[in-house]
């Protein structure tokens, strides 16, 4: 099993030199003050704790297992006793002149690596426990950042650090999803090809045959044009949302009801819209669709048309059966039988939209299902 990327693991690295850097500084702060001190064989003995839990640090978070909240914790426990110790190994007065022994500048290490752990929050947080520890090694709050800036530096450091894991970790999260996306979408086209060149024409074949030849065999036609579908809208593009994902293509969705039997004509650039009345303008025209195959007889070939108008977008459905005999509608309607009026006539509607039928005997049925590219508030006719 591949091992999991850490997207921070550059921040990890770079930390590290930095620890280096403060245990330099550490190491030329004790040499210089080892004199003043009332204990320095205390001071150097503690000093060799430092050096021995930098590079255990070091090793732990270069190799990756203590890039974990419990190794961060017990680097913050570990600053702040070294801080304190400072009351062992120092007098008062040197202590009120001095920074603390084992320096804040290796004091900050801790902040460092519990902002790369848990974000800014969380450094800002190990900042403000690295000062609470100076503070009461002191014996008081110092609150003129203008003549000690530690404490502005502590924060600064946790927030910038801490903004830069949480950056890096979304950055990378993003680009995984954008992979497996690319992938999931080739593989989709892969399959496409192959069951578009292979059964769906095969199953395209059949019915076409099947219906010429007549007789029992029309059945078994109608049972291949019905999988041929089915396959077809299985394997074509789903309605292709912008990037947001408040926007999906109408010619995308409608393109996948083509069929031998179903010819739709598309501009040649993605009509948008809305999602949401999208979605309701394609449930129209599949209502309208489904009606063909549903009344205007076995034979009967439908036709799509999707116009962009700029400030509208337009679906035509028509088909080439024998059309819809006047006064029908209004007695299915009576017969409490709603399809047109409720699936189509009400959703165009509810969108401010137009539904207009236009049909008569032996001339066929066509739907034109108009909608606005923003709703209007009053309805409209139908």
């Known amino acids: 099993m591949p091992q999991r990327v850490d997207p921070a693991a550059p921040l990890w690295r770079a930390a590290q030199v ?33 050096m021995a839990w930098s590079f255990a640090c070091a090793f732990a978070y ?55 752990v848990r974000g800014p929050v969380a450094g800002m947080a190990a900042g403000l426990v690295v000062m609470a520890a100076y503070a009461l090694l002191k014996g008081h709050v110092s609150i003129n950042v203008f003549r000690n800036a530690t404490i502005v530096i502590e924060l ?20 995984e999803r954008a992979t497996r996306l690319a992938a999931a979408l080739d593989e989709r086209e ?14 395209a074949l059949v019915a076409r045959r099947g219906r010429e030849i007549g007789g029992p065999t029309t059945q078994l036609a109608e049972l291949a044009g019905e999988q041929e579908r089915a396959l077809r809208r299985l ?28 010819s739709v004509s598309l501009p040649p650039e993605p009509v948008l819209l809305d999602a949401d009345i999208a979605a309701e303008l394609c449930a129209a025209a599949v209502n309208a669709l489904d009606n063909v195959a549903t009344h205007a007889g076995p034979d009967a ?9 700029g ?3 337009t679906v035509s459905v028509r088909d080439d059966g024998p059309g819809i005999a006047p006064g029908r509608l209004a007695e299915a309607a009576a017969e409490g039988r709603m399809g047109v009026a409720k699936s189509i006539v009400g959703r165009m509607n509810s969108l401010g939209g137009v539904a207009e039928l236009h049909t008569g005997p032996d001339c066929g ?15 409209a006719r139908g």
């Open 18 to 50: 930095f620890r280096l850097l403060s245990c330099l500084y550490a190491l030329g702060f004790q040499i210089a003050v080892n004199g003043d001190l009332d204990r320095p064989a205390v001071a150097w003995t503690l000093f060799a704790v430092l």
């Open 235 to 262: 394997v074509s593009d789903a309605d292709t949302p912008d990037a947001a994902g408040t926007h999906a293509d109408v010619g995308a969705m409608l393109r996948r009801r083509a069929s031998d039997r179903v």
């Open 311 to 313: 400030d509208a977008v």
């Open 62 to 116: 270069l190799q990756g297992f203590g890039r974990r909240i419990g190794w961060v914790a017990a680097e913050i426990a570990v600053v702040v006793v070294l801080m304190l110790s400072t009351a062992l190994v120092a007098d008062d007065q040197w202590v009120a002149d001095n920074q603390s022994w084992p320096t804040t500048l290796w004091a900050t290490n801790a902040v460092i690596s519990a902002a790369i």
């Open 365 to 379: 049925t066509e739907w034109e299902l108009t909608v606005p590219r923003r709703p209007r508030q009053n309805g």
């Open 301 to 309: 070939r439908a036709y799509v048309l999707v116009e962009d108008l």
């Open 190 to 203: 892969r399959l496409s090809r192959h069951v578009h060149d292979g059964a769906i024409q095969v199953l």
């Open 156 to 175: 600064a450091v946790g927030l910038v650090v801490g903004m830069a894991a949480q950056t890096a970790r979304r950055a990378h999260a993003d680009l």
